[in-house]
């Protein structure tokens, strides 16, 4: 059956410094998502991303995050310069198509700032 | 603001018994309601998805019922294994205008079943 598949699966990184967590959507979908989970705390939508475009984010997804899809397969999330307070599950889900319908999330990015 | 509460916090069963977990949502406008199963470390899984026409699903042992009225949902877990030790999460998506990818989910039920 396909997944979702993220990597790595955890990311240790300093204060202020640059990461790119990865994620390979369904091959076949059209939406992809990204979300958080700090340690305890429920899951948190980050943005959505359609026909190579941002269609919706939060609050939370500030200037200091941008996604792109480099390629017909990654889906990437960067966060230019990490705070303590980046610290959590990043999940990647897709969905083939939008608003109405099931969201396949992968197994997660487990980020650690120093 | 959109808010999903769930109750209970946890809850811990015997294996074999049923149970039943609740959520109230203020999510409007208000388009479909989703129930996750999620493990520990991993990602969601999902259960159910039920529109605001819908009343009850159903997805092997698990039943989801929803009134749209009231801004109720439950699930219900029937003949609990050992396997169904997880976080329920109820998750709901406004429609379109009021951004329908921006799913709100609710803290869970960490439902923990035992022998």
């Known amino acids: 059956e396909p997944e979702v598949t993220q990597t790595p699966s955890h990311q240790v990184t300093q204060m202020g410094q640059e990461v790119i967590l990865r994620c390979v959507p369904i091959?076949?979908?059209?939406?992809f998502y990204w979300y958080r989970q700090i340690l305890g705390q429920k899951v948190e939508f980050l943005v959505s991303?359609?026909?190579?475009?941002?269609?919706?984010k939060s609050e939370i997804f500030d200037d200091q995050f941008s996604v792109e899809r480099p390629d017909g397969s990654n889906f990437t999330l960067k966060i230019r310069s990490t705070k303590l307070e980046d610290s959590a599950m990043y999940f990647c889900a897709s969905s083939d198509l939008g608003t109405y319908y099931e969201q396949y999330f992968g197994p997660g990015t487990r980020l650690t700032v120093t | 603001k959109n808010q999903v509460e769930q109750s209970p916090q946890s809850l811990i069963i015997l294996e074999g018994k049923n149970c039943t977990l609740q959520c109230n949502y203020t999510v409007s406008p208000f388009s479909n309601l989703r129930w996750y199963k999620q493990d520990t470390g991993r990602g969601p899984v999902s259960l159910t998805i039920?529109?605001?026409?819908?009343n009850t699903k159903s997805n092997g042992r698990y039943t989801a019922t929803l009134d749209a009225d009231t801004k109720q949902s439950s699930l219900h877990i029937t003949a609990s294994q050992l396997s169904d030790s997880a976080s329920y999460i109820c998750v709901v998506s406004p429609d379109e205008s009021g951004g329908g990818n921006k799913l709100t989910f609710g803290t869970g039920t960490q439902l923990k079943v035992e022998l």
């Open positions: 991303f359609y026909n190579n475009e941002i269609s919706e």
């Open positions: 039920m529109t605001f026409s819908e």
């Open positions: 091959s076949n979908h059209l939406y």
